[in-house]
């Protein structure tokens, strides 16, 4: 450390995912990088988020393993629901030291919100109150967060701390409470003072770890935490400083884009798909797919982003060889001659999807994404990939994609969006 | 605890995933639900699942916290990378009390591994040979897995316990390592005597949690620990029973289903997906969609699966009106009198694509996916479906799904996967 008093450490804040089908693997968790990323950008330094099972001495546990590590916050996710298995409330009012009451308030309010369906489903009765009065139940003292499904949130107060917030498991109800969790006065108490960090991002195509490693290593990075992840073909630089380094952090951001300039994607962590929307919609441009192995995911993936109706004309999903040749033109002498998955044919797809939707860009993919139909020259993970614009532009490329069936189609999807990217000329790096 | 003297604990295990880019929520992570379930496959039971960013502290505070919840195994992902902030080997052989030594067999084989790549790149030299030699770092004793990247795993034996295995971050090198791992002398020394679990599982559609409690409610649930998961319109619900409580597992499998069997999909865990591919083959019918809201997303769920080509004639993302007109044959005097959302014109992208693709089912998707877009009579989330099938059925649904953009998107496709099964006549359930 060479400026040790110019630096300050961020509050600690944990993360605590509950729920059996969680532990189990039954299910992904979706809860954990949104409240992360929440939680970081507000001026937290998120140390460990922790799944633990419905089981009240796992999470007992969890909250005490949280607490040994220095958390001031912990939010929890999940077990707010009606059955014997949800023991969230029940666990951090243990914890607080506080008994769970009725909230009469948030009963009829349960009720209120469910009687229609309970009405229309026939589910009316005594199982759907026991379920109702369970969740109206809430520590002495707590913060009431109003329910954005049926079960309320939680803010409760241990004494010494930490602050815990208590929020319902599925995703689009943790993501509606969140606000008023943010807006609740014991958490506006702790916020007060915490700067929102000043965090720096790099993306590069292509770029291996150890070269970013390389360059660091002849540079100053104290009070800067930098992390590289590599996410298929794309290398994500994370640059975090602590309060007071962000002239290094500024000085290390600039420092890695001088020595790797040449593939950057974005130095302000913009994504590919950002860039391409954003590209297209400067361009005033249209795309058009023609799909094989990727089997609409390009397409899905273009229309993921609100707005997409201006730039995405359609794309066909042209699977077996009839469909390529009715569907987009693809003529049957030329799949015969060169194969279904060929650089041919890829340029066919492209143009056929521009030519049929009318489109500005068009994109074709043909390949084997396994685990059968490889052959010695086009073994699985062969792909043909061809972007072609009105301006005139046609751009080829063929490579053999690690991986199995999922990551194939994957990095396919990955490799066109690059094509795209290119293609609208909005990539700043020079390869 | 009816029988306690018939029912054994099965051995605990934890997962230790490393990352500042897990922890800060700058990606999610593949592969705890993958390894807990494995792990849980194997007859352990999986108690935390713990997340921590690259740092020394944290990482050793997560394997001193499950040594505290009385793991006998520990699986980590993560950290064994060529840069400074991967730092496993070097914090479990602390934990272990042993010295990391060059191991010269594992760094000849990374480079030889590297040669080509390194060549061809123009990135051999001092940077790489660092790297190289980092990974090459193991454990004194440690049992060394082959690397499926450039990263050996390690299997790591603390006196006293837990073991601890050690695996790369990237999911497609962790996956192909795991048979080593399970194969290494003392993760068998280990298993020997821990019995695979007989899991049961049950797959309800439109099926509240609340019934399943209710029902639960008058059984004797001793030894089996039941967990329900509602996924977007689907019930999973999980009975794990200890060894010597199987026969109570059954016997409440067999009540639930006879209280609640005329909203099953399936009795044995199968997925939607699995039973929508396995009845379209059966019948030797394909598939062909028209998608506007969904934009390909539910034929790229349709190809996810290995062998698809025998049952997905293609599909068209028609996200225009022309586009619908043009490629599916939408009638564009519907579209004007109907909208472009409109059951008619469901019924006519099913239509179209069953015909354009020489399909036997056809489906038709059209919606409000928002965030804009919307009106009174057809709000955000409203979409309309339809499957029409060569023996002359048609199923028609109007929703208004909730949600934002993705939820409504994904709910769509999850809809109109039920709505295949059903029109495939493979049901189980009566409704």
């Given at each position: 450390m060479a400026e040790p008093s110019s630096?300050?450490?961020?509050?600690?804040?944990?993360?605590?995912?509950?729920?059996?089908?969680?532990?189990?693997?039954?299910?992904?968790?979706?809860?954990?990088?949104w409240l992360a990323r929440e939680l970081g950008a507000?001026?937290?330094?998120?140390?460990?988020?922790?799944?633990?099972?419905?089981?009240?001495?796992?999470?007992?546990?969890?909250?005490?393993?949280?607490?040994?590590?220095?958390?001031?916050l912990i939010v929890t996710s999940g077990g707010l629901g009606p059955t014997a298995d949800d023991l969230t409330a029940e666990v951090v009012a243990e914890f607080a030291g506080v008994e769970l009451v009725l909230d009469e308030e948030v009963r009829s309010h349960i009720e209120a919100r469910i009687a229609g369906w309970a009405r229309r489903s026939g589910f009316a009765g005594p199982a759907l109150d026991a379920a109702t009065r369970k969740q109206a139940m809430v520590p002495v003292g707590a913060t009431v967060l109003p329910p954005t499904g049926t079960a309320p949130g939680l803010v409760v107060e241990r004494p010494g701390g930490p602050l815990v917030v208590v929020l319902p498991g599925p995703p689009r109800e943790l993501r509606g409470m969140w606000p008023s969790a943010v807006a609740a006065a014991p958490?506006?108490?702790?916020?007060?003072?915490?700067?929102?960090?000043?965090?720096?991002?790099?993306?590069?195509?292509g770029t291996p770890e150890s070269e970013i490693a390389h360059t660091l290593a002849d540079l100053d990075t104290t009070?800067?935490?930098?992390?590289t992840c590599l996410r298929r073909s794309e290398l994500e630089v994370d640059l975090r400083p602590r309060p007071g380094a962000e002239e290094?952090?500024?000085?290390?951001?600039?420092?890695?884009?001088?020595?790797?300039?040449?593939?950057?994607i974005s130095a302000d962590g913009s994504t590919t798909d950002e860039l391409?929307?954003?590209a297209l919609l400067d361009r005033g441009w249209t795309v058009a797919t023609g799909e094989s192995c990727t089997g609409g995911m390009l397409a899905s993936r273009l229309v993921d982003r609100a707005g997409s109706s201006a730039y995405v004309a359609g794309g066909v999903v042209a699977y077996s060889n009839e469909a390529k040749t009715a569907l987009l033109g693809v003529p049957a002498e030329m799949i015969a001659e060169h194969g279904a998955v060929s650089p041919q044919v890829a340029r066919a797809l492209a143009d056929g999807a521009r030519d049929r939707f009318g489109a500005d860009v068009g994109v074709g993919i043909t390949g084997v994404a396994g685990p059968g139909?490889?052959?010695?020259?086009?073994?699985?993970?062969?792909?043909?990939?061809?972007?072609?614009?009105?301006?005139?532009?046609?751009?080829?490329?063929?490579?053999?994609?690690?991986?199995?069936?999922?990551d194939i189609r994957e990095r396919a999807t990955d490799t066109a969006m690059h094509m795209l990217l290119r293609v609208t000329g909005a990539l700043p790096g020079r390869d």
């Open positions: 630096e300050i450490e961020r509050p600690r804040a944990g993360i605590l995912l509950t729920g059996s089908e969680l532990v189990t693997g039954a299910i992904s968790d979706a809860n954990g990088p507000l001026g937290f330094d998120v140390v460990h988020t922790v799944i633990a099972g419905d089981r009240p001495d796992d999470l007992r546990a969890s909250l005490d393993f949280l607490v040994t590590e220095g958390c001031v958490v506006r108490a702790l916020l007060d003072g915490v700067a929102a960090p000043q965090e720096l991002h790099l993306r590069f195509y009070g800067v935490e930098v992390t290094r952090a500024q000085a290390l951001h600039a420092a890695i884009i001088a020595a790797h300039g040449k593939r950057l391409v929307a954003k139909g490889g052959t010695e020259a086009k073994p699985v993970g062969f792909v043909c990939f061809c972007v072609t614009s009105s301006d005139g532009q046609v751009i080829g490329r063929e490579l053999t994609l690690p991986g199995e069936r999922q």
